[in-house]
C-alpha cells in the first residue's frame, strides 16, 4: 500500500544514529506514524522535509509491520517560528493537540488546515498568540465531536446573554439565573464562541474582542478543551511557563 499526501509533521523522534520516526497529520489518511530511513545524514533529501512543523509532500508505504517514507518535498517549514521562543512554544501545543484529536487512518482535512492556518498567523504575529490559541482549542474540539451547546440555557430554555455561565464540565452555557459553577462570561465571548464554532475555516479567525474579553475567551476555551479530554499536554505546560 503506497499513500501520497500532503501532511505537516506533528513530532519527530530520532532512532538511532540517522533515522526518524515522524508523526505526520495528512489530509487523507489523518494522523500517521511513520520510519524516515537515513533522513538526518546531512546529504539526504529529506532532511528538511522530515524536520517538526515541516509541512511537506510525502510518499509513503507500508512494509509488514511499519510505515516507510521514501520521498519527501517540502512545501513550507515555518521558519520565522524559530525566531520567537513563546510562538514556537505554541505551535508545538498546536502540534500535540493535533496528534491528541486528529483521527487516525481517515481523512483529516479540517484538523490540517486549521493547524496550518494557526502557524501562518502565529508566524506572521497578525494576531495575538492567546488568540490564536484558543481558537485553535475551540475548532479542533468541534472537528474532534466535541461541541459546546451554545444555544439557550439548558435549563430554562431562555437566551444566553451577558453575564451567562459557561460550564467546561457538560460544555453548556447557563442563564445568570441557573448557572451551575461554571466561568461568567460576557456577551462577547459568548458570541466569540459561537463564531469560532459555527463559521468556515477560513473565516474562523475574523473577529476581534477587547484585551479583557480575549482573556476571558482564552481561559475558557483551554478549560473547556482540557476538561473535556481529560488531558495534561507538556508542551502546554512549557508555553505557559514562558508567558
Known sequence: MRMNTDALVLKVTDTGESDRLVTL???????????????????????GATQSLCYADF??????????????????VFFGLRNNIESL?????????AAELAPE????RDFLRVALNSLHLLE???????????????????????MPDLTVCPNCGGELA??????????????????RGGEKISSSVLAAMRHVCAN?????????????????????CEKFLLVQTRRSFKTLDFYKSLI
Request: with cysteine; hydrophobic share 40%; aromatic share 12%.
Open 89 to 97: 512554544a505554541l505551535a508545538q501545543y498546536i502540534c500535540a493537540l
Open 105 to 108: 487512518m481517515e481523512p483529516a
Open 200 to 220: 468556515p475555516i477560513e473565516r474562523m479567525y475574523s473577529f476581534s474582542l477587547p484585551e479583557q474579553d480575549e482573556r476571558l475567551f482564552a481561559k475558557v
Open 25 to 47: 497529520l495528512t489530509s487523507e489518511y489523518g494522523v500517521i506514524r511513520a520510519f524516515a530511513n537515513r533522513a538526518k545524514k546531512i546529504n539526504s533529501r529529506m532532511l
Open 124 to 146: 506572521t504575529g497578525r494576531r495575538s498568540n492567546s488568540f490564536i490559541k484558543a481558537v485553535t482549542e475551540l475548532k479542533f474540539m468541534v472537528f474532534a465531536g466535541f
Open 59 to 76: 510518499s509513503v508505504y507500508k512494509s509488514r509491520d511499519s510505515y516507510i517514507i521514501d520521498d519527501a518535498q517540502a512545501k513550507e
Open 162 to 179: 451577558d453575564g451567562s455561565f459557561f460550564n467546561a464540565e457538560d460544555g453548556c452555557v447557563y442563564c445568570a439565573r441557573d448557572g
